[in-house]
């Protein structure tokens, strides 16, 4: 029922910084709890961060806590990923999904060089 679509990925060098935005429409977007997930090639798709659909709650994957912080707006129809201090180890394709994760967005690239 919601149709997704990821943006804000591109190439960076380590220790820099990316904002992502995934927009998603829909009647029910805002009554949903989103968030972001990641794959690298030969990788399984694996959690990020998520955030309620108030933003009275958010979580993080411990490889990325410190360092990611996700928001939502919901008058925008929007989440975000700020991502400061990327590694190497964050290059992957980002996707957001809304709970339970059944539906994805078409992913957008992240390429953190060494």
């Known amino acids: 029922q919601v149709q997704l679509e990821e943006s804000g990925g591109g190439l960076v060098q380590a220790g820099g910084s990316l904002r992502l935005s995934c927009t998603g429409s829909g009647r029910t977007f805002s009554a949903y709890t989103l968030g972001w997930f990641r794959q690298a090639p030969g990788k399984e798709r694996t959690f990020v961060a998520a955030?309620?659909?108030?933003?009275?709650?958010?979580a993080y994957a411990d490889s990325v806590k410190g360092r990611f912080t996700i928001s939502r707006d919901n008058a925008k129809n929007t989440v975000y990923l700020q991502m400061n201090s990327l590694k190497p180890e964050d290059t992957a394709v980002y996707y957001c999904?809304?709970?339970?994760?059944?539906?994805w967005g078409q992913g957008t690239q992240v390429t953190v060089s060494s």
């Open positions: 955030i309620t659909w108030d933003s009275s709650s958010t």
């Open positions: 999904s809304y709970f339970p994760w059944n539906y």
